[in-house]
């Protein structure tokens, strides 16, 4: 159940940075303009902490 939530975390936080990096405010993809107007430091590290626990998450070994 955890890798899921981690799976979600890591897509969402990849999306996000995508939008803030690259994305065109014409691309017509979902959220766009909402994230774009966010953009700034905090916008930046809220991604980065979703796409680093996302992936914590997804590699992280269970203990026997």
């Known amino acids: 159940m955890s890798k899921i939530l981690g799976l979600i975390m890591f897509i969402v936080g990849g999306y996000a940075a995508y939008i803030l990096a690259i ?17 700034g430091i905090i916008t930046w590290v809220v991604v980065a902490v979703l796409i680093i626990f996302g992936l914590m998450i997804l590699l992280k070994r269970r203990k026997h």
């Open 23 to 39: 994305a065109p405010e014409s691309s017509g993809l979902p959220l766009v303009s909402f994230i774009k107007g966010l953009s």
